[in-house]
């Protein structure tokens, strides 16, 4: 079972919509990511926490919004999205000095 | 720019056969070199990683050989399985930034029985 835990598993939303994806973490890391998984593409890094530190991938759009309250949670903020956001966006954590990536199974989000 | 090139993209194996996929990179900078397994519906999980100081690091049937000076490493399966049918990414990075991987396309891979 994952340490990595990613809500809701399937997301269907307009436009002009508002919705957050969430994330949390019991594997007592100390930092956390969001990553988008597109067909045919690499997985794309959009934000990492680190040691509470954020770090962003400057090509994200605007509304790609991320918080991290804690070191256990972590969410993605959407609003006014388009179709070609469409995606499965991973969340994933880690312990900065070891470097190995604990993947959630994902959050599959459809745009109409 | 994509800094992570990985072929193939898809590959089909009978069981018992040997898979091999390859990956490239630019950024000589770059000195950990991981590869993650995702089956459908879940996501990444490490399989094997890799550093520049060995040319070679084998975890069962799994095996990373790495090239610095052709800046090539790749991944083989020996006595490949059904149960290996998964997508396969190779990754990078660098100055023990760790954790800001650039990964790879991915490699579809069917084992069949």
């Known amino acids: 079972e994952t340490g990595v835990t990613q809500t809701p598993r399937h997301l269907v939303m307009g436009m002009t919509n508002k919705k957050s994806l969430k994330c949390e973490q019991h594997?007592?890391?100390?930092?956390m990511y969001w990553y988008k998984q597109s067909a045919k593409k690499p997985l794309e890094l959009m934000f990492v926490?680190?040691?509470?530190?954020?770090?962003e991938n400057n090509s994200v759009p605007s509304r790609f919004s991320p918080e991290c309250p804690n070191s256990s949670h972590l969410f993605l903020h959407l609003h006014t999205l388009q179709p070609e956001d469409s995606a499965l966006y991973l969340c994933?954590?880690?312990?900065?000095?070891?470097?190995?990536?604990?993947f959630g199974e994902g959050s599959r989000l459809t745009v109409l | 720019q994509q800094q992570v090139k990985q072929s193939p993209q898809s590959l089909i194996v009978q069981k018992g056969g040997i898979s091999i996929i390859n990956c490239a990179y630019e950024?000589?900078?770059?000195?950990?070199f991981p590869w993650y397994q995702q089956f459908p519906g879940k996501g990444p999980a490490l399989l094997i990683a890799?550093?520049?100081?060995?040319s070679e690091k084998k975890e069962g049937r799994f095996t990373i050989s790495f090239n610095k000076s052709a800046k090539q490493f790749s991944l083989h399966i020996m006595d490949s399985q059904p149960g290996d049918s998964a997508t396969y990414f190779c990754?990078?990075?660098?100055?023990?930034?760790?954790?800001?991987?650039?990964f790879g396309k991915g490699t579809l891979l069917t084992v069949n029985p």
């Open positions: 926490y680190s040691l509470e530190e954020r770090v």
């Open positions: 594997l007592g890391h100390n930092a």
């Open positions: 990754a990078a990075s660098s100055g023990g930034s760790n954790y800001k991987l650039t």
């Open positions: 994933a954590s880690s312990q900065v000095e070891t470097g190995e990536l604990f």
């Open positions: 890799i550093r520049p100081d060995v």
């Open positions: 950024n000589t900078a770059f000195d950990y």
